[in-house]
């Protein structure tokens, strides 16, 4: 007796979807070893670039920069390779140094991890706002308009670190945060029974010991001498400040804080500007001057709010470069006479190889 079978397909539709993903799936293997292969390969460019992202600047105009300063060959594969490989953070402006053959793969985790390059830009201990204003004027890394000069002693002078591009009043505002953090934490560790009323008053003095010697070692006991004086009370007398008082009431008579004579060249304090009353001349005003002369660093804010135990109440110069103390003034004259003689050989010394 035939017995009939129903006949099994071996095709059909299922077997066509299952073929069809099959081959989707391996033309997306196949794309994505090509791109990976196409990011990860060598760039064209031979010598390392300096390579500029403007703030602002879009994925588009950085990708098309690119190619045409031949860093890489495809701008569109540079803007696939962005969204596949940044993570979704956004291309970071700066300057950035790219290797020689650089991949796409390489310059976008660069560009897109902020790793630009750093300038830095060094503002030095006693530098007076002038000085500062100045610096950030001349800069060619920095950008935007010239922020308002802040008040004299409200910067931390130090080296700072900053990537092409950044404005010059965001600086401005890094360096005043970093003068009120280390006021603040100076202020809070200083010496009991200090002659200073405020962190204001600090700074103050601290512009005064910046200005009056360059020998680290020396700022505690130099910030002795004046807080002695303050406790008797004497006069401050101290020459940075009749220097300062000068150069705001006549500023043709100075450069960067110094005096200088008619031609430029710098000079010493005139008899005349001894007993001028510019308000700030402490040879003619009792205590401080009513703001700082200077931006101290941290390390004249720590001798002021730390200073030496010391009954000395006067220094000269030594001829080192340093300065000599005496606690009375029959020392102290003495000390002044060694140093005349010190200034006329010098002087002597100078006449004679000309």
């Given at each position: 007796?035939?017995?009939?079978?129903?006949?099994?397909?071996?095709?059909?539709?299922?077997?066509?979807?299952?073929?069809?993903?099959?081959?989707?799936?391996?033309?997306?293997?196949?794309?994505?070893?090509?791109?990976?292969?196409?990011?990860?390969?060598?760039?064209?460019?031979?010598?390392?670039?300096?390579?500029?992202?403007?703030?602002?600047?879009?994925?588009?105009?950085?990708?098309?920069?690119?190619?045409?300063?031949?860093?890489?060959?495809?701008?569109?594969?540079?803007?696939?390779?962005?969204?596949?490989y940044a993570g979704g953070q956004p291309l970071q402006a700066g300057e950035y140094q790219i290797p020689a053959q650089a991949s796409v793969k390489q310059i976008v985790e660069m560009i897109s991890g902020g790793d630009a390059l750093q300038h830095a830009l060094t503002f030095p201990e006693g530098i007076t706002i002038d000085g500062v204003m100045r610096t950030l004027e001349e800069s060619d890394v920095l950008t935007g308009d010239m922020p308002e000069a802040p008040p004299e002693g409200s910067i931390l002078p130090d080296t700072y670190h900053v990537q092409r591009g950044m404005t010059r009043a965001a600086l401005l505002q890094q360096m005043r945060d970093a003068h009120d953090r280390a006021v603040a934490e100076v202020w809070a560790s200083r010496a009991e029974?200090?002659?200073?009323?405020?962190?204001?008053?600090?700074?103050?003095?601290?512009?005064?010991?910046?200005?009056?010697?360059?020998?680290?070692?020396?700022?505690?006991?130099?910030?002795?001498?004046?807080?002695?004086?303050?406790?008797r009370p004497m006069r401050l007398e101290t020459d940075p400040t009749i220097i300062y008082g000068v150069c705001k009431a006549h500023p043709n008579r100075c450069r960067d804080g110094r005096l200088v004579d008619a031609q430029g060249n710098r000079r010493t304090i005139r008899a005349s500007e001894i007993a001028l009353d510019t308000g700030y001349n402490t040879y003619r005003i009792d205590g401080l001057p009513p703001t700082p002369i200077s931006n101290p660093?941290?390390?004249?804010?720590?001798?002021?709010?730390?200073?030496?135990?010391?009954?000395?109440?006067?220094?000269?110069?030594?001829?080192?470069?340093?300065?000599?103390?005496?606690?009375?003034?029959?020392?102290?004259?003495?000390?002044?006479?060694?140093?005349?003689?010190?200034?006329?050989?010098?002087?002597?010394?100078?006449?004679?190889?000309?």
């Open positions: 007796m035939a017995r009939f079978e129903p006949r099994r397909s071996g095709g059909g539709f299922g077997s066509f979807l299952f073929w069809g993903a099959v081959a989707i799936g391996a033309a997306a293997l196949f794309a994505f070893a090509f791109f990976s292969t196409a990011v990860g390969r060598p760039g064209p460019s031979t010598t390392e670039t300096a390579f500029v992202v403007e703030r602002g600047a879009t994925g588009a105009s950085i990708a098309a920069a690119l190619e045409e300063q031949n860093l890489v060959t495809d701008a569109l594969l540079f803007r696939v390779a962005n969204r596949l029974n200090l002659p200073l009323a405020s962190p204001e008053e600090l700074v103050t003095l601290a512009s005064i010991v910046e200005r009056e010697t360059g020998v680290g070692s020396e700022r505690p006991l130099v910030a002795s001498v004046f807080v002695n004086r303050l406790r660093g941290r390390a004249a804010l720590e001798a002021t709010a730390n200073p030496a135990e010391s009954r000395a109440l006067f220094f000269v110069a030594d001829g080192t470069g340093g300065h000599v103390f005496a606690e009375t003034l029959a020392e102290h004259n003495a000390n002044v006479a060694r140093w005349r003689v010190i200034e006329q050989q010098r002087l002597a010394a100078e006449r004679a190889g000309r």
